[in-house]
């Protein structure tokens, strides 16, 4: 046996050994929210989704369970004048976190965002978005980009995503994951991306709609604007 | 005679068609034509009736929704475009876009200082009318409503205007960018008597 066979074997093996390294470290989906919470479980597969995948967390509860000091407190505030419908739906995804609902007339949609990036001081969420609905849905997305953003500093967009009603699972892409949320109280989903300009005030969202057993049910892009 | 009454009859209504077809066409182009994206100067200061005068250029021109961008010859050169679509790419603000641009802001919200777009600058900015009624923005504050001067807003979460002049009865003028419908305008509103409606200042005025 020669020195060069050694030294190739060698060679192999530790090559072999970097690249098992190299995929025992790729980063995957995270495993945690933006509160520290595990992420929950994805029930199922998700049909055409090739990127690692992280569920959100969803709860739906009413305007009083929402403590007045808490990031939403003041937000729910914001629509004192009038009569909130129930449910209000809390989502916590990895950067972003968000509460929506609706007025008892279902012609507004609340909704407040809140990131874990710096912010103006004293102000507990980093956004806050109003939709006015016709015949139940949003004309706008309404997004709201500039004061949301990353850890990092990292810019985030929110917007309102309203699947189909036979959808169960809105996956989001996000830079090197997927994440997930559950639809929840037949409320539009206030969803989060890192695909944002703030040149034109824009973001881009790209969604797949998927049924409660993880099929496709359909795949497009929102080119959303600040606006209104 | 039947047969040319018939050729008439149909030249007349495929005229009409084509001429209906021409009116739906609302893609006047006018961003993609006119619009830049020049990068803003910095202002050191600015006075409140500058800042009206600022706003009175874009009087009488377009609404759109999300947009910024606007001429100063008087018309709404994109009217009639269809409402709550950004890609429409017509001539004006929306109500927040136009606000932002005559309060000469920054893209960037944590910056307060003032900047001054051009009228061809096709530029939103980050806020909303929701957003502006909490006063979201390192510029930008709530104010109570009896204390609003010249060129202070009035905002409700999907509505903001700013005030032109106070009129005696209560009511004010404000000049705003209303609708798709309606253009850029001073009216008279009601506003400040509605409870929707919140006072909002953009600070750092020189005078």
Redesign the interface.
């Known amino acids: 046996m020669s020195d060069r066979f050694v030294i190739r074997v060698a060679a192999m093996v530790v090559g072999s050994l970097l690249t098992i390294g190299c995929d025992t470290n790729d980063p995957g989906a995270p495993m945690t929210l933006m509160n520290g919470s595990r992420a929950p479980e994805l029930p199922v597969d998700l049909e055409g989704v090739a990127s690692p995948a992280v569920s959100t967390s969803v709860a739906t509860s009413s305007i009083g369970e929402i403590g007045a000091g808490s990031a939403f407190g003041a937000c729910a505030k914001r629509a004192q004048g009038e009569r909130r419908s129930v449910p209000v739906v809390v989502r916590v995804g990895v950067t972003g976190e968000s509460v929506t609902f609706r007025t008892e007339s279902r012609r507004g949609l609340y909704g407040c965002d809140n990131s874990q990036g710096s912010r103006e001081e004293g102000r507990r969420a980093c956004g806050v978005a109003f939709g006015q609905l016709s015949e139940g849905r949003l004309e706008d997305p309404r997004l709201n980009v500039g004061a949301c953003t990353t850890k990092g500093g990292e810019p985030l967009g929110f917007a309102w995503v309203q699947p189909v009603p036979n959808a169960t699972f809105v996956a989001v892409e996000q830079d090197g994951y997927v994440e997930v949320y559950r639809t929840a109280g037949g409320l539009p989903i206030r969803v989060t991306t890192d695909d944002v300009e703030i040149d034109r005030s824009g973001a881009t969202f790209r969604i797949t709609e998927h049924a409660e057993d993880g099929g496709l049910i359909q795949q497009y892009r929102v080119e959303a604007s600040v606006a209104g | 005679m039947a047969r040319s009454h018939t050729f008439l009859a149909c030249f007349v209504t495929a005229f009409f068609l084509t001429g209906a077809g021409t009116g739906a066409a609302y893609h006047t182009q006018f961003v993609a034509t006119n619009c830049n994206?020049a990068a803003p100067t910095p202002t050191p200061y600015i006075t409140r009736s500058g800042s009206a005068t600022v706003a009175l250029r874009a009087r009488y021109e377009g609404y759109q929704?999300?947009g910024g961008c606007w001429n100063n010859n008087d018309r709404d050169d994109s009217p009639n475009d269809p409402?709550?679509d950004?890609?429409t790419g017509g001539e004006g603000g929306?109500?927040?876009?136009f606000t932002f641009k005559v309060w000469r802001e920054s893209?960037?919200?944590?910056d307060a200082s003032f900047q001054q777009w051009g009228m061809l600058r096709n530029?939103?900015?980050?806020?909303?009318?929701?957003?502006f009624k909490?006063g979201?923005?390192?510029p930008n504050i709530t104010a109570s409503k009896s204390a609003l001067l010249k060129m202070d807003a009035l905002a409700s979460?999907?509505?903001i205007g700013m005030i032109y002049a106070p009129n005696a009865d209560g009511t004010d003028q404000i000049i705003e960018a209303k609708g798709e419908a309606y253009g850029t305008n001073i009216w008279t509103r009601t506003y400040r008597g509605s409870?929707?409606y919140g006072g909002v200042r953009r600070t750092g005025w020189s005078s």
Do not use: I, M, N
């Open positions: 994206t929704w999300a409402t709550s950004p890609a929306d109500c927040s876009g893209l960037t919200e944590s530029v939103h900015g980050p806020y909303t009318a929701s957003r909490s979201h923005g390192a979460e999907s509505h409870s929707s």
